[in-house]
């Protein structure tokens, strides 16, 4: 197969980019503790994938509050911010930049990884459904339980959340990151102010489609004067359902997400952002976007496309080629695969993903995935 459209350069903001492949963020749950220290395995990890063209963290979470799952790296403490400097260290030695995924999960997230064990804080006290989240259950060990009843934040305290997630991009350039992604998918904390089922709120941040996209439009403002619009990505993740149980993924109903989308993404075109991420649906049977609906993202957005969701290395050709997007990420092959760019253009086979290493452990499933051997 030819893949030469995934090896062409290609500009990111400052950056240019030798390849089209992307690692893009994946929550690997194996950060030092007590802390949630980033830390040297971590650090060998990401320098394993540095071959990628563009490289982005895992989810960080920017304050204790919005951790969601088990020992999961956070980039609020000094300690944390020293702890991610290795990994960054360990990338910029490899001739990569790589950027941290900014995290809050909002409502996902259970008493027993909060602050006092108290109630995780979302736009409105609607629970997620439809989800588990990773909790401690001993030392080193972890099981799934339902996240729990969330508390809805006051207007006081969301105008603090956007100065934390501008605290948090201060930390991740201190860090050696080389700019940020603002996680706004998969039904975190942004992607809750988005949807009208988890954000009900009466104050300027919730009712009409303006209000609910406020929180997004006021963190892409706070964080882009911090790291500069150049250096900002922001990830969504439409859901175009068919299925009522697809459509409260997460508990999250978007009635008509070809408008919210479009408009979300006019307010990054406005803040001229470096680049927009799309995840898309990765179950099995997942909904698929339209074609139609790419091509309106591309003529709303004029920067990079990111796009991922279960793609094979034929189908990210296939999204280059017709123009649709700019830059493909692989996660779970790139799990499995630290030289997976080196694969795809030899064309050579590819280890499979072990799901019980995905998350939490120790190297094993996690550093020790082989690279091919002719
Ligand atoms: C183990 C694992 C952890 C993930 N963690 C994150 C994360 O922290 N942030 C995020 O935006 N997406 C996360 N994702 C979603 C991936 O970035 C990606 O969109 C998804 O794996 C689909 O790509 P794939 O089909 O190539 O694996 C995660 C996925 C997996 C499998």
């Known amino acids: 197969m030819k893949t030469d459209s995934l090896f062409q350069s290609v500009k990111l903001g400052p950056y240019t980019l030798s390849s089209r492949i992307v690692l893009p963020p994946l929550t690997r749950s194996r950060s030092t503790q007590p802390g949630n220290i980033a830390n040297e395995l971590m650090a060998t990890y990401y320098q394993q994938r540095a071959g990628a063209g563009f490289m982005i963290s895992e989810g960080t979470q920017i ?14 403490s000094k300690a944390q911010i020293e702890g991610w400097r290795k990994v960054t260290e360990a990338v910029h030695a490899a001739g990569n930049i790589i950027f941290a995924q900014l995290w809050h999960v909002g409502r996902v997230s259970h008493t027993s990884l909060q602050p006092e064990g108290a109630a995780p ?3 409105s006290a609607i629970a997620a459904s439809n989800v ?5 259950t001993g030392p080193g060990a972890g099981a799934l339980a339902e996240p729990s009843a969330p508390r809805a934040l006051t207007n006081t305290e969301v105008k603090e959340l956007v100065q934390l997630y501008a605290q948090a991009a201060r930390n ?6 080389d700019g940020v992604e603002l996680h706004c998918a998969n039904g975190y904390l942004v992607n809750q102010f988005i949807s009208e089922h988890s954000n009900q709120r009466e104050d300027e941040y919730g009712g009409s489609l303006q209000n609910r996209l406020r929180f997004l439009k006021e963190i892409v403002t706070a964080v882009a004067e911090v790291v500069g619009a150049e250096r900002l990505g922001v990830r969504f993740a439409p859901l175009f359902a068919s299925t009522d149980e697809e459509r409260v993924y997460m508990g999250l109903l978007e009635t008509d997400p070809q408008a919210t989308y479009i408009a979300a993404i006019k307010i990054l075109e ?18 698929e976007l339209s074609d139609e609906f790419r091509r309106n993202v591309r003529q709303t957005f004029s920067g990079c496309i990111i796009y ?44 499979e993903v ?16 082989p690279a091919y051997e002719e």
């Not at 991740?172 to 990151?177: C, K, P, Q, V």
Request: aromatic share 14%.
């Open 63 to 76: 304050e204790p509050r919005g951790q969601g799952y088990a020992w999961t790296p956070g980039i609020y």
């Open 308 to 351: 991922a969701g279960r793609y094979t290395a034929q189908r990210g050709v296939q999204t280059v080629d017709a123009g649709l997007g700019d830059l493909i990420a692989f996660g779970r092959a790139f799990i499995a695969n630290p030289d997976l760019p080196k694969r795809i253009a030899n064309d050579w086979p590819l280890n």
């Open 172 to 177: 991740a350039l201190a860090a050696g990151f």
């Open 270 to 287: 406005d803040a001229g952002i470096a680049y927009l991420s799309i995840a898309e649906a990765d179950w099995d049977n997942a909904p």
């Open 121 to 123: 804080v979302a736009p």
């Open 132 to 136: 588990k989240v990773f909790i401690e």
């Open 354 to 369: 072990n799901p019980a290493t995905m998350y939490g452990g120790t190297a094993e499933g996690y550093i020790d995935y």
